[in-house]
């Protein structure tokens, strides 16, 4: 079911994104009169061959278009004639251009056409980001709050020179706001980042490593989390395999023991806790073994007996007693900094692939395909997570397409900036021989990332 659920997510956020899309670039078409023969959610044909398996799940003509949807659930298309692209026929466009045709137009109409679907995911991103952040304001943990029993080390901070007890005062220098600052894209993607560190008497500075950002996109490793005390949120009970790999795996005790939702750890094996990070290290050195479990319940004392499982788990998880801040914002406040959020998706994408092409960050961790992105959705259907990842999709999806490749929205800008710079087209040879090669790049891409997700999976 959960798979389900993370699979109908991604169906329909990207069928808004795509739909939206391609009415940018149908919009503006119909705007300079051109002809626009089919507008497709989906395609009617085997991708990326328009002469293979052509029909469609629903279709009808209004005027000069047919609208449908296609049976090959894989983006979607607006067909313009006269334009240069997979779903055209050579032939046709042999023939001596059609006042309506794409190619009959102004340099300058049929470049606003071929970023009307950038420019239609940008307004998209911005508006679901502004209404997001207008709607939700801003909840965090401050950064008094962080300090005032300092942080926990976890394997990646250690790693980088953090200790726990340790009490963050600076983030490159300057001050901070909330625990939330100290994972934002510029100081994970920025070169020389750093924290500033107080320990005991003393003031440290810890560099954050230029490929720190590729150890932390593994998720297995822990970074910081604060030092609080803590109740049980939730018990977990036996699950079911994914479709997206793994299994149910070790069955974990605490369930089996009685352990429930809004008891306090008091101590392990006589052990005091008064943190949750104390719990956690007090467990996992006792994995496989026996243990008694004081807790406290309802305001009465009691002990459960468990066996910690291999892995060094009891399955529960903790609800950290830590005091939150919120902040609302108006309206103006919210078209601010929701928009800055929107374009922050875009200067992380610039700065991730800068990172790719430096060797700091390996393609295989950065890229995600169709079943990375279903498994950010997640297995259960949360409005909010929806919208704020079908933003970040429109924003990433706006910065993909205007990339120089043909076969893209940018690769065909290129072209029709160089014949407005000098006043000649390209050749309609050379135009259909970037196309090919432009396809020949993303069907790569496709199967690369398509690849990259199963692996990582299944393996």
């Known amino acids: 079911m959960e798979g389900l659920i993370m699979a109908g997510q991604l169906i329909l956020g990207l069928s808004i994104l795509v ?6 670039h149908f919009i503006t078409a119909k705007w300079f009169k051109m002809r626009v023969e089919k507008f497709y959610l989906f395609f009617d044909f ?9 029909f ?11 609208y449908g949807l296609g049976w090959f659930p894989l983006g979607g298309y607006v067909s313009i004639a006269g334009m240069i692209d997979e779903t055209q026929d050579a032939a046709d466009l042999a023939k001596e251009p059609e006042p309506w045709e794409f190619r009959a137009k102004p340099a300058w109409q049929r470049l606003i056409v071929m970023l009307g679907g950038v420019i239609i995911n940008v307004i998209t991103g911005v508006v679901i980001f502004v209404c997001l952040t207008y709607s939700n304001g801003n909840n965090y943990i401050s950064k008094d709050e962080l300090n ?14 953090l200790q726990t007890g340790d009490r963050i005062v600076k983030v490159n220098g300057a001050d901070f706001k909330s625990l939330a600052d100290l994972r934002t894209s510029d100081v994970l993607l920025g070169d020389n980042s750093s924290y500033t560190v107080l320990r005991g008497d003393r003031t440290l500075e ?23 005390a803590f109740k049980v949120a939730a018990v977990a009970a036996p699950e079911e395999p994914s479709m997206f790999g793994g299994s149910a795996g070790e069955m974990l005790p605490a369930f089996s023991a009685g352990l429930k939702e809004g008891d306090y750890i008091t101590s392990v094996n006589q052990t005091p806790i008064h943190f949750y990070h104390e719990a956690k290290d007090a467990i996992s050195k006792e994995a496989g073994k026996p243990i008694r479990l004081g807790i406290l319940r309802q305001g009465k004392a009691d002990t459960l007996e468990m066996v910690v499982a291999k892995t060094g788990q009891i399955g529960f998880a903790p609800e950290l007693l830590l005091q939150m801040k919120h902040d609302d914002y108006s309206f103006g406040e919210a078209m601010g900094i929701g928009t800055g959020r929107a374009f922050s998706v875009i200067s992380d994408n ?12 390996s393609a295989s961790k950065a890229l995600s395909g169709p079943i990375g992105i279903a498994q950010m959705f997640g297995g259960v259907w949360d409005w909010n997570r929806f919208w704020m990842l079908t933003g970040l999709l429109s924003m990433a999806l706006a910065f993909m397409n205007i990339l120089p490749i043909p076969a893209l929205d940018g690769g065909h ?6 014949e407005m710079i000098t006043g000649k087209p390209a050749s309609e ?10 396809m020949l790049i993303l069907l790569a891409l496709m199967a690369y990332t398509f690849g990259n997700d199963i692996f990582k999976a299944f393996f």
């Open 46 to 54: 085997l991708f990326p061959i328009p002469t293979v398996l052509n």
């Open 19 to 24: 739909t939206l899309h391609e009415f940018g």
């Open 350 to 361: 610039v700065r991730g692939f800068k990172k790719i092409a430096t060797g700091d960050v």
């Open 148 to 161: 005032k029993n300092g942080i926990v080390a976890l394997e990646l901070g250690k790693e980088i020179g």
């Open 206 to 228: 810890v560099k954050i490593p230029s490929d720190f950002i590729e150890k932390l996109s593994d998720k297995k490793a822990g970074f910081i989390e604060p030092i609080s």
């Open 56 to 66: 469609a799940l629903f279709k009808k003509k209004v005027g000069d278009t047919e």
């Open 413 to 418: 800008a290129i072209f029709l900036l160089f």
């Open 429 to 438: 040879k050379v135009l259909e021989k970037a196309q090919q090669v432009g």
